[in-house]
């Protein structure tokens, strides 16, 4: 090579890099080293114990990432903020992040009035929101270019579970217990629209409040309808007590049929819960899981956090894989319009979790749509079901 020819060649890469670095100050969170991601969860609520656990796994999973060298010679860092489960500690939380934290995305951000209430100053400059935990329809629709949602709706879950027990099972008598909140009345919708589509009527529906603890009377009115399945529209233990509650009342000809928000491993092994239905994503995390992969997980996240991990965890280390998988496609240069370039590039995604298959595209801002079904068989999650649709 000349002389002429090498100076040649050091200018034109010493000019890539000056863009590159261009393009990275331009770019809130982007340095020439460094991606800087947020996410808002809940530490110290309610939902703890998903928020702990999926904010654990993304760590986790970008810790493997920068391990291994990081992405495009970036590494990740991630500023997460407690919101305790409470809509105005949320808000703050989203502040702090996109104001003067200048984050580049949300990922995993958890709960669906909470994920609501920051779209608004979020989307206003341009912070993408990235697979939250929350199947609300809401996280990807209306269409907004930043809103990502990897999996199934709670309206999905349900009109999957609904088509099953109706042409497989004869259900004819459907009837809905759900919580009077914008999470129930989705599982109530999906409910409605499948039994629509089948040409049956909803037989009889009860609401609750979240913090209701006694269901005889949503139970005796029930039975007394002579529902042969009940659509639950219920989380943890309002789903717990209603179907022991249940059983305990010589109540034994009758499905109960949860969303994936069910689907949960104090569900499965809560006593009394055997023979129960709820709608899943991935497989469980189960200690012993006959999924090598899976197993992996459980062990390495242990080791990490002293703790086994539940089904948040599993979301949240898909939620930063996914991240990673955008990162990835974008390229050196690395700006929001490359990177969501880079998340509709993700084709044919599979998880380790035996999750659905993932794809994105122009205008396509919901990944997957199926689910299958699961049920609580001697204290523990059995897939029922290959993924199912509607």
Not at 154 to 179: E, P, W
Not at 204 to 212: F, G, I, S, V
Request: proline share 4%.
């Amino acid at each position: 090579m000349s002389n002429w020819t090498f100076v040649k060649a050091v200018a034109a890469a010493a000019a890539a890099a000056a863009l590159a670095t261009a393009a990275s100050a331009q770019t809130r969170g982007v340095t020439a080293t460094e991606v800087l991601f947020g996410m808002h969860t809940d530490l110290s609520g309610v939902a703890a114990t998903y928020g702990v656990s999926s904010s654990n796994a993304v760590k986790m999973r970008f810790d493997e990432i920068n391990d291994a060298g990081g992405v495009n010679g970036r590494k990740i860092r991630i500023i997460i903020e407690d919101q305790a489960y409470q809509v105005p500690k949320a808000v703050q939380a989203c502040n702090k992040l996109i104001n003067r934290d200048k984050v580049f995305a949300f990922v995993a951000p958890l709960g669906t009035p909470m994920n609501n209430a920051c779209f608004k100053d979020q989307f206003a400059v341009g912070v993408p929101n990235l697979f939250p935990l929350s199947a609300a329809r809401s996280m990807y629709e209306p269409y907004e270019r930043v809103k990502f949602y990897g999996a199934a709706s709670y309206v999905d879950q349900i009109r999957s579970g609904v088509d099953y027990f109706v042409k497989t099972k004869g259900k004819k008598a459907i009837c809905v217990m759900y919580q009077d909140t914008d999470f129930g009345k989705e599982v109530l919708e999906g409910a409605e629209v499948q039994a629509k589509k089948l040409g049956i009527k909803i037989v009889e529906t009860t609401a609750h409040k979240p913090t209701d603890q006694d269901f005889t009377a949503p139970i005796t009115k029930l039975r007394s309808a002579g529902c042969d399945l009940i659509i639950m529209g219920t989380i943890v233990r309002d789903s717990i007590v209603p179907y022991t509650t249940a059983r305990k009342a010589g109540w034994t000809d009758v499905d109960f049929l949860g969303s994936a928000a069910v689907y949960d491993l104090v569900v499965g092994a809560a006593q009394g819960m055997e023979g129960f239905y709820g709608m899943g994503l991935t497989e469980m995390p189960y200690v012993d899981s006959n999924v090598a992969s899976v197993k992996t997980f459980v062990d390495n996240y242990k080791k990490k956090f002293n703790i086994d991990p539940n089904i948040g965890a599993v979301y949240g280390y898909v939620a930063a894989d996914l991240t990673y998988q955008g990162l990835k496609n974008a390229g050196k240069d690395l700006t929001l319009d490359s990177f969501i370039k880079g998340l509709e590039a993700i084709k044919n995604y599979k998880d380790i979790f035996n999750g659905p298959t993932v794809n994105f595209g122009p205008n396509i801002r919901q990944g997957a749509s199926s689910s299958f079904l699961a049920q609580v068989k001697g204290g523990r999650w059995t897939r029922v079901t290959e993924p199912l649709g509607f």
